[in-house]
């Protein structure tokens, strides 16, 4: 075939966990299959292969051949004739590819499959199994065209075409566009590149696939920092030179995740800015996945790493709180006394808490002004008076028994047990609004009916948790065994594994004596961040979790807000859909 100079695509067959072969397997005990293909030219689509030749190859000793032309079921262009000498006469008695790929698939098992330019080939092979049935093995792949971008400078070669490389490296075949002949000439390629390896610290099937790819030098200078991490569930931090939180990330196998960001997977430029600042990393093994990921949220909520961007400060949380006094507002807040009684939250942003109370000011007649009003003096109404959408407190026009009747209720009651009837009051006025064909109204409505819901699910579904003083649980671990988890008033308190075959009370009775102390507080999350409660929750609620013990009894209000779950779901669908039509 053509050589020309090709740009390294991802390769579509490639997938780290593929083809059964150990990343860590030594380049000199790794079997590879070298790969290359004659065709008749164009895209890939099942057929067009005039000619396989491939050699198995391992520490250097050719282990096997498999070469044969294949009839294409079309005629060759002349170039290609021109090309590679096959003629049409040449391929009529030549089985078709359905015939050959048996034993193609067969000899590459179990190998490593290189080409020079691989996705070329590879998506010839892979065309051809999928048009006539068989099985794509999805063998690791490794491009010598690539890899030899990355190992020779320019200043070696002008360009990395298997006849430039086979003349640098003083090949025993030299490449003549016939597809043994090319594979063989790629195999002492192959061999001269991974000598060159050695000097990059790059000794394994898994490095060299990586080393291919398109990483850079900051990626490739700072790979070491992976080394000698632990494959166990945990906490990793980068750490400055001056041993600064860079970034906090959790795993469920530390070292794997680690050497991820040094690979061409990772493209985010903020992570590239972060690896060049980086010196070392620490990790923190836990017991389990749900030890580590609350271990994550404190620590980035202890130091706010700059390259975190989620959950950097929960504690910056925000409350919708009735005021003290006679006729009571609704005011944003960064904090609930011990006092407080109806409340709603916690928000993470001042948009959605006020999102909210938009949705309460539609549904009751709370009044939105800001004066502190008084029992004995009149205060001047403002213009919602007059249309109608507060009975004007300030001017005495309702009395604080009927005042707390229409309007403190139904939000004490929303928050605490049953939004009812403040949902009832939404939905009629988003009929009305859509019957009156005010669409956008109606839409913003909605927004403001998913927001009271969405706080009112949530509070209610943190209270449940956060109001019991111990909970234990139960998870079956992967490996057999349990994983374990004490819980005091939402907070994780204790974590461990109680190995297979051994019955799990006395580890929990030992985490039990070892667990932190956890004192009952005011408020949906008087112990913990929500994101760590919630956190918990899901585990909790997972099928295979079971719970051991607990303190008291866990339970929602049997009218509560969770029943209004599809409606929420259809809300927040409605106008995620409307969303998606409306962008440009």
Not at 490 to 511: C, D, E, K, M, N
Request: one cysteine or more.
């Amino acid at each position: 075939m053509a050589e020309t100079e090709y740009v390294q695509e991802p390769l579509a067959g490639f997938d780290p966990g593929a083809g059964g072969i150990d990343p860590a397997l030594p380049l000199y005990a790794t079997t590879f299959v070298v790969v290359d293909l004659e065709t008749t030219g164009g895209a890939p689509d099942g057929g067009g292969i005039t000619e396989i030749g491939a050699v198995k190859v391992r520490g250097g000793e050719e282990l096997g051949v498999l070469a044969t032309l294949v009839n294409p079921g079309v005629p060759i262009p002349p170039f290609i004739t021109v090309l590679t000498g096959i003629t049409q006469a040449m391929l009529v008695p030549a089985p078709p590819i359905e015939q050959v790929l048996p034993s193609f698939l067969e000899f590459v098992t179990d190998a490593v499959l290189v080409a020079h330019n691989a996705p070329y080939d590879v998506g010839f092979l892979k065309a051809a199994c999928a048009k006539h049935g068989y099985r794509w093995p999805n063998p690791r792949v490794l491009d010598t065209a690539a890899l030899a971008r990355r190992v020779l400078t320019r200043d070696e070669v002008p360009n990395r075409k298997l006849g430039t490389l086979a003349a640098y490296f003083r090949t025993a075949t030299q490449p003549t566009h016939r597809a043994l002949d090319d594979a063989k000439a790629t195999v002492d390629v192959l061999h001269g590149l991974i000598a060159r390896l050695a000097g990059h610290r790059v000794d394994t099937v898994g490095d060299a696939i990586e080393f291919a790819r398109a990483v850079t030098p900051t990626q490739r200078r700072k790979r070491h920092l992976a080394e000698g991490l632990p494959k166990a569930p945990g906490v990793y931090i980068f750490r400055a030179a001056d041993d600064r939180p860079l970034y906090v990330g959790t795993s469920g196998d530390i070292a794997t995740r680690v050497r991820s960001y040094f690979t061409a997977a990772e493209k985010r430029a903020r992570i590239s800015e972060m690896l060049a600042a980086a010196e070392r990393v620490e990790a923190v093994e836990c017991a389990h996945a749900l030890e580590a990921e609350v271990r994550e949220l404190r620590l980035i909520g202890a130091h706010a790493p700059p390259y975190n961007r989620r959950s950097k400060f929960p504690e910056r949380m925000l409350w919708l709180k009735l005021t003290d006094g006679p006729y009571p507002r609704l005011s944003v807040v960064r904090a609930i006394a011990p006092g407080d009684t109806a409340y709603l939250g916690p928000f993470s942003s001042r948009r959605a808490a006020e999102l909210a109370a938009a949705g309460f000011h539609d549904a009751v007649p709370l009044r939105q002004c800001t004066h502190r009003l008084s029992l004995r003096t009149v205060t001047p109404a403002c213009a919602l008076a007059e249309l109608g959408r507060c009975p004007a407190p300030c001017e005495h026009r309702i009395s604080p028994e009927e005042y707390d009747l229409r309007a403190v209720a139904p939000f004490r009651t929303a928050t605490t047990s049953d939004p009812r009837p403040v949902v009832d009051a939404l939905l009629a006025r988003i009929d009305a609004l859509s019957g009156a064909q005010r669409y956008e109204e109606a839409a913003v409505a909605r927004s403001r009916l998913a927001a009271v819901l969405r706080a009112t699910v949530r509070m209610q579904r943190l209270t449940a948790l956060t109001g019991i003083a111990e909970l234990a649980a139960a998870r079956p671990a992967a490996r057999g065994g349990w994983e374990l988890a004490l819980v005091r008033h939402g907070r994780l308190a204790g974590a461990g594994v109680s190995p297979p075959g051994v019955h799990p009370r006395p580890t929990i009775a030992a985490i039990r004596s070892t667990a932190e102390t956890v004192l009952p507080g005011h408020g949906p999350v008087p112990c913990a961040s929500a994101e760590e409660t919630e956190r918990i929750l899901s585990w909790l609620e997972r099928p295979e979790t079971r719970l051991v013990e607990m303190s008291s009894g866990w339970a929602s209000p049997v009218a509560g807000a969770a029943r209004f779950r599809d409606l929420l779901s259809k809300a927040e669908n409605a106008a995620s859909h409307q969303s998606s039509t409306e962008r440009p």
